[in-house]
Nanobody, 119 residues
Framework: QVQLVESGGGLVQPGGSLRLSCAASRSILGLTGMGWFRQSPGNERELVAIVTSGGSTNYADFVRCRFTISRDSAKNIMYLHLNSMEPEETAVYYC?????????????WGQGTQVTVDS
């Protein structure tokens, strides 16, 4: 099994920045992509950003060029740089790994890390 552990969350003031990390317990054979999702109270979990095994990235519209997703394949760590944070970004942020090893397809999730944007 693959374990994903998020870290780096916490309290940040509006306009501030922080970096989230997601560490995988091992390299993942068949890894297709990884991503960050978030969920705030009363809302469904939503996509924030994804990065494929080939390095392509995609972001939700609300990111507005403020966030950057990246991955260090050698260290099995994925990052999300959060900049110009707004109170609306307050949520639990989750790490996801999508693995495709036919005939098996799996999604792995971390426990999440709380990000609170408040003065």
């Amino acid at each position: 099994q693959v374990q994903l552990v998020e870290s780096g969350g916490g309290l940040v003031q509006p306009g501030g920045s922080l970096r989230l990390s997601c560490a995988a317990s091992r390299s993942i054979l068949g890894l297709t992509g990884m991503g960050w999702f978030r969920q705030s109270p009363g809302n469904e979990r939503e996509l924030v950003a994804i990065v494929t095994s080939g390095g392509s990235t995609n972001y939700a519209d609300f990111v507005r060029c403020r966030f950057t997703i990246s991955r260090d394949s050698a260290k099995n760590i994925m990052y999300l740089h959060l900049n110009s944070m707004e109170p609306e970004e307050t949520a639990v942020y989750y790490c996801n790994a999508y693995v495709r090893r036919l005939p098996t397809i799996r999604n792995y999730w971390g426990q999440g890390t709380q990000v609170t944007v408040d003065s």
